[in-house]
């Protein structure tokens, strides 16, 4: 079992609608989770993070984590087609090593 | 100042061949990674500089892997002898001291074994 979940979908939304992307993991050292977005050929690009549990927002990305359930989530509002991304979850203990999940794969239909 | 950036952008080898890949992290950055992602996955750790110091290479798949950052800036990651199983997209991460939670990529090398 990996240490760290995500489904990969793909996942399909109409434009304006709320998305729900989600990870699960099994390491309780994590204490940094982050979400990263990646375009097609680009690098990952830090979106947001969250220290330990509790809720964080961000314009239209709100990220959740719920330690207890070893469960992270990304919301995001208003979707938009500029969203179609792949969506990766990452945690961290705080040192060197950063686990990521599989991506989920993201498409926004105008 | 301008991101991570890496090169070359693709490479394509023949197996058996070394290869050569380069990461210039974001300047002022201590902190550099680099990683390796398969297609459909995420990027998959294989080594963390902390200015010229390697202080975790334990995710280098094999002893044909070696990665160097000798003046504590540019970081070159190596491939000897070159399998079609190396063929990924590797990616160059940097961040400020301690701060791995806020790591920023470059777009990444794209190697393929032919």
């Known amino acids: 079992q990996k240490e760290v979940e995500q489904d990969p979908g793909p996942l399909s939304v109409p434009e304006g609608a709320i998305v729900s992307l989600n990870c699960t993991y099994s390491n309780s050292a994590f204490q940094y989770f982050m979400w990263y977005r990646q375009y097609s050929r680009k690098g990952p690009e830090l979106l947001m993070y969250?220290?330990?549990?509790g809720n964080k927002e961000d314009g239209r990305f709100t990220a959740q984590v719920d330690k207890s359930s070893k469960y992270i989530s990304l919301f995001i509002r208003d979707s938009q087609p500029s969203d179609s991304a792949t969506y990766l979850c990452a945690m961290t203990g705080g040192y060197q090593k950063v686990t990521f999940g599989t991506g989920t794969k993201l498409q926004v239909i105008p | 100042g301008a991101g991570v950036s890496q090169s070359p952008r693709y490479k394509v080898a023949k197996r058996g061949q070394d290869v050569a890949l380069r990461c210039d992290p974001i300047s002022g950055h201590v902190s550099l990674f680099w990683y390796q992602q398969a297609l459909g996955q995420g990027p998959e750790f294989l080594t963390y500089?902390?200015?010229?110091?390697?202080?975790?290479k334990s995710g280098l798949p094999s002893d044909r892997f070696f990665a160097e950052r000798p003046e504590g800036s540019v970081s070159t990651l190596k491939i000897q002898r070159t399998q079609q199983e190396d063929s990924a997209v590797y990616l160059c991460?940097?961040?400020?001291?301690?701060?791995?939670?806020?790591?920023?990529f470059g777009p990444g090398t794209r190697l393929t074994v032919t």
């Open positions: 991460a940097s961040s400020v001291r301690d701060r791995v939670n806020e790591q920023y």
């Open positions: 500089f902390q200015n010229e110091a390697q202080l975790d």
């Open positions: 969250t220290y330990s549990s």
